[in-house]
């Protein structure tokens, strides 16, 4: 069982930028696809950022160019940057993660936002005011 806790949500103005990370419990397995996914009210939840096992990434184009998803495998985080923050980026913001081969596959043609990843954070609030 892999636990996900998200953190480094808050509230900033129209333009601000913040940093989420997400600590994930030790787990075995050499190739993963881990992401960001949001759910703002009201409105269904998408995928934002994604990173593969090889590092290769991928992103929602509502974020390109403004958010930035890496990871830290010696601390086994997961963070994403999110600069020129806007109001439609409220939600709260979600890390998953899965390892089974046709998701890690799919991971960095965005096909992980289509698929019911395995394991799942609690969410941190992001809430961007004009």
């Known amino acids: 069982q892999v636990q996900l806790v998200e953190s480094g949500g808050g509230s900033v103005q129209s333009g601000g930028s913040l940093r989420l990370s997400c600590a994930a419990s030790?787990?075995?397995?050499?190739?993963?696809?881990m992401g960001w996914f949001r759910q703002a009210p009201g409105k269904e939840r998408e995928g934002v950022a994604a990173?593969?096992?090889?590092?290769?990434?991928n992103y929602a184009d509502s974020v390109k160019g403004r958010f930035t998803i890496s990871r830290d495998n010696a601390k086994n985080t997961l963070y994403l940057q999110m600069n020129s923050l806007k109001p439609e980026d409220t939600a709260m913001y979600y890390c998953?993660?899965?390892?089974?081969?046709?998701?890690?596959?799919?991971?960095?043609?965005?096909?992980?936002?289509?698929?019911?990843?395995?394991?799942w954070g609690n969410g941190t609030l992001v809430t961007i005011s004009s």
């Open positions: 998953a993660a899965d390892f089974n081969p046709t998701v890690v596959a799919s991971c960095r043609s965005g096909g992980y936002a289509y698929f019911g990843m395995d394991y």
């Open positions: 030790r787990y075995t397995y050499s190739r993963y696809c």
């Open positions: 990173i593969d096992s090889d590092g290769r990434t």
